[in-house]
């Protein structure tokens, strides 16, 4: 059984920082691992991925600059540093994992196998 746990969550004021983490079990091969927020009545949507190797790293525009990705593969983790946070970030943030190549762009959710449960992320202005 696969679990993502995610932690780092909160509130914090405009301009402010966090640092979400997802902790990965159970016996898969860990591809590449991305996070993904949503807010009331949107779809879900694509904010970072790094690939296993940790060389690549994918951002959505809106966070270019001020997000960054990193993985610890010894201890299946992901984390996402949040930097100059904006009351637009605010948004429950999922952790992902792709454990196989699959069809479609980087960017969507079906090439992702597992998923957290997600960590709210409120910013207030």
């Known amino acids: 059984q696969v679990h993502l746990v995610e932690s780092g969550g909160g509130l914090v004021q405009a301009g402010g920082s966090l640092r979400l983490s997802c902790a990965a079990s159970g016996g898969i091969f860990y591809n590449a691992m991305g996070w993904f927020r949503q807010v009331p009545g949107k779809e879900r949507e694509f904010v970072s991925r790094?690939?296993?190797?940790?060389?690549?790293?994918y951002y959505t525009d809106s966070v270019k600059g001020r997000f960054t990705i990193s993985r610890d593969n010894a201890k299946n983790t992901v984390h996402l540093q949040m930097n100059t946070l904006q009351p637009e970030d605010t948004a429950v943030y999922y952790c992902?994992?792709?454990?196989?190549?699959?069809?479609?762009?980087?960017?969507?959710?079906?090439?992702?196998?597992?998923w957290g449960q997600g960590t709210q992320v409120t910013v207030s202005s």
């Open positions: 790094i690939t296993r190797n940790g060389l690549y790293t």
């Open positions: 992902a994992v792709e454990s196989q190549i699959r069809g479609g762009t980087i960017y969507e959710m079906g090439r992702y196998d597992y």
